[in-house]
Structures are given as structure tokens and as C-alpha cells.
């Protein structure tokens, strides 16, 4: 009995968090919750995780056996389940859809609700979203966080994740520090992850829940749900949206600003080639141009550029944008993160047209 507690138990707490009925959950429920441990797999933090998936399923049709939750017993014996398991539990119940981008209107309400919020749980959490946003982390990224590693100088956090889904290395990252609102949020989450600090000064990771990381189903949960308590969308509307695409955000809208390719590449933490990675490599700063990238967005948005709402995951459709009533602020200058008189770098493409033009002309000259 007692080796199936804990399966137990993390269904439960989904549950609840859910506020779904324990004992007898819709087809719909039970299925969100198995895609949700299936997100677990490819984005949560530890080695055992596939298993520990499995294992919650076994601890489920256990329990429910034991106890006789007919309703139950029937959804986890569905042959979408079986599926599932017997794939090794590495593929999702549905077919495969990108992570949408979040919504300019999301990103200001996390803003909003962090800088009146007085719950430090709350503020951690919520200014963890933020950082993946602006940063574009992974969850298992920002799980995988030195805390005496961190450090905030000239309106730049900077930090290490000590290992990532594509470095077992680790690689660096860089979050400009200034917030579309300008509503001091920043201070008050990085006091938060200080007093964290000095509590767990070896820990390494962000967010804790019961002094343990918090895990990828646990934080996809508070996140849906702040989605529907605080930015009032729809529990359908907010199921279309997971904690990786918090990481395509700040990507999506460089794209749509047409933003020089290698400041696209440097947020995404995608490796450069060539000559140019030795010379990144030397410059010791190699989140300079993820930099770049993030104070354009943040200065465009606020001289009154909107980003396009993507459409959902599976075609669905885009949610609509909404005006929450903030106003937004232009950044600070930071001379280390642009050059003076330098707000914008053409994508390399239009470099090279412009050579071939020269080229052209200089040809039909001779």
C-alpha cells in the first residue's frame, strides 16, 4: 500500500488544484491529466521521471481497484491509456502541436500581479513565468538554477542553468530587468529568490514546493489556473496553453519584428557555428545579443507596437488580445546592451541583398 501513496497523492493534489472531482473525472480531465505527465517526461527535472510517470498511473488503477472508484477504474483501463504506457510513456494522447506564444495581455498581468502581490510562494512562482518569458527558459532550464550564481547589475539578471535539455554542460542566460510597466516587479521577486537564497543557500533550483523542486505538472497547474482566476480567460482557453510557451514568447515577437537573425538565434540559446561561436565564445558575453533582442521588444511595445496573437495549439483558434489598463514604459538606456545611436541591426538577409544591389550596379557600370 504504501508504495502507491505517492501516486496517489499526486493525483490528488492535481485534482484539487484542478478542482476536478477525485474520484470521478470526465474522460476529458483524466486525459489532460495524462498529457500533463507525458509534458513531465520532456520538460521536468530528474532522471527517473518516465518511470515515476508510470508509476503514478499503476499507483492510480491501484488505489482505485482498492477503494472501487468504478468511474475512475474504467477511464484509467480506456485503451488511450494503455497506449500511453505501453509507448513507454514518451509520446502524448494527442497528436503533436507547438507551444503557442503567450499573449502581450498574459505577460502584463504577470507583471501586474506580482507587483501587488504579498504572498512570497506567489511572487516566486509568478516572477519564475516572467524570467522564462523574457529569457525564453525551459522549465527543467529554470529548475536547474545555481541561486550563488545569480546576479542582477545595471537592470541585467544574469544567471546559470547547470544543465539543460540540449547542454550537459549548462549554459548561460540573461533577462533584462525592466518589465514592460515599470511597476518594480523585479525588486520584489529578487528579494523573494534572496530570501530563498539564504534559507537554501546550496539549493539548485528556483521555485520549491515543500522545500523540493517544484515539479512540471505542479507548476502547469498554478499556471492555467492564474490564467483563468487572474487574466479571465476561459478553462478551455487556458488548457490551450503550457509553461513551454513562455520560452517561444520573447523568440515569436523578434521574429515578427523581423529582428537580426542572430539575436533571434542567441534567445533561443541555439549554438552559433563557425568562426562567429569562437568569437562568441572570447567575448565572454555570449547573451549580449539575446540582450539586444529583448530591450528592441520591450521598446517597440512600448512606443505602440502590438505583437499578432498566434494561433493555438491544433488550429485552435487565437485567443484575443485584452486591454488590462497598464501603461507601458520605454526601457532605460543601458549602453551595455546597445551601442549608442543603435536601436536595430537588419536581418542578415537584407545585408545581402543589399550587397548583390552594389554588386549589380557596380557590373552594369563597367
Known sequence: MRRYLGGWHAWARWATDSTISLNDPTQAQLFDYIKALSAEIRHGRGRQRSAGAQAVVASMRFMAGRIRLTSLLTGLDSPMVDAWLHSGASAGVAPRAEASPLPLFVVLCLESTIADATDLE?????????????????????????????????????????RTKTSRGGMPWAFLATGFSGRGWVGKWWDCVQNWRQREPESDFLVPMSSAPMTYTQALTKFRRFLHTRCNMSLDEAAGFTLHGCRCTFISWGHQLNAAPEWIRAQGHHREAGARAMAVLYSRDDTLDALRLQRLVFTRVASGWRPLTSIGRGSAPPVAERSIGITLVLPPSIPQVLAPGSDFVPPLHYLRKFQMTRYLRKRSSV
Do not use: P, T
Not at 550564481?149 to 541585467?156: A, E, F, N
Open 122 to 162: 506567489e511572487i516566486l512562482f509568478l516572477g519564475c513565468v516572467l524570467l522564462m518569458v523574457v529569457a525564453s527558459l525551459r522549465w527543467s532550464d529554470a529548475q536547474r538554477v545555481l541561486l550563488n550564481k545569480l546576479s542582477l547589475v545595471d537592470h541585467i539578471i544574469r544567471g546559470w542553468s547547470w
